[in-house]
């Protein structure tokens, strides 16, 4: 059974377009996140929800929606995508508290031209 | 805020050496570490972690880490490489009330020659 799962693995679109990336946890965890690794193998936190609540947004453009309709599910809606979007975009799951691990979905693949 | 260094970019060790990774943090709170492993076109997958306790923590595929507070570290070592190590290695930090994220060093590559 996967633990974190996403889809889909691979995303190619144009620019100006909209799309969403699902994320579903079976883990039982309360947290859900969204990372952004560029090109460069950086990783950085997008969102961060506790309980279907968001606790943490960094800075993100406000084309970039996330939606949790659940404890189990993440999804992320990226509207108007742009050049600089293109990244590996991964979901996490954790329980809550800053001590214990995040478990990482295989990450979606998104190449915007 | 919190930040982690990761020094070398890229390592490279044969087969059967020693292996080390560096990874230096700042932190206002007492932190919480982590090692990760990103194998090529996968996830992040836990090596091991240091929250509290036993500062010598043993993780997965024989990789150790020693949490040092005076030296702000968090090295990452195996004694004897194997062909399977080469990947992306991650070390992360987290702490402090309502911080619950992930800070990430920049990576360190690990190639293996045989």
């Known amino acids: 059974d996967t633990a974190v799962s996403q889809t889909p693995k691979y995303l190619v679109t144009q620019m100006g377009n909209d799309k969403s990336i699902k994320c579903e946890q079976n883990l039982g965890h309360d947290t859900m996140y969204w990372y952004k690794q560029d090109s460069k193998k950086f990783l950085k936190i997008m969102f961060s929800y506790n309980n279907k609540e968001l606790i943490i947004n960094e800075t993100v453009p406000n084309r970039f929606s996330p939606k949790s309709p659940d404890k189990a599910h993440l999804n992320l809606h990226i509207n108007s995508l742009e050049l600089g979007d293109s990244a590996v975009y991964f979901c996490?799951?954790?329980?809550?508290?800053?001590?214990?691990?995040?478990?990482f979905g295989p990450g979606t693949r998104l190449t915007v031209t | 805020a919190q930040s982690v260094t990761q020094l070398g970019s890229h390592v490279s060790v044969s087969e059967g050496a020693l292996v080390l990774l560096r990874c230096n943090y700042s932190?206002?709170?007492?932190?919480?570490l982590f090692w990760y492993v990103q194998y090529p076109n996968q996830g992040l997958q836990l090596l091991l972690k240091?929250?509290?306790?036993?500062?010598l923590v043993k993780g997965i595929n024989g990789f150790e880490a020693e949490f040092k507070k005076s030296e702000t570290s968090f090295h990452l070592t195996k004694p004897s490489a194997h062909m399977s190590d080469a990947a992306e290695y991650f070390c992360a930090v987290s702490g402090g009330r309502g911080a619950q994220k992930l800070v990430f060093g920049q990576g360190t590559r690990l190639t293996i020659n045989p």
């Open positions: 240091y929250t509290t306790g036993a500062t």
């Open positions: 996490a799951s954790s329980r809550q508290g800053p001590n214990y691990e995040q478990y």
């Open positions: 932190s206002s709170v007492p932190p919480y």
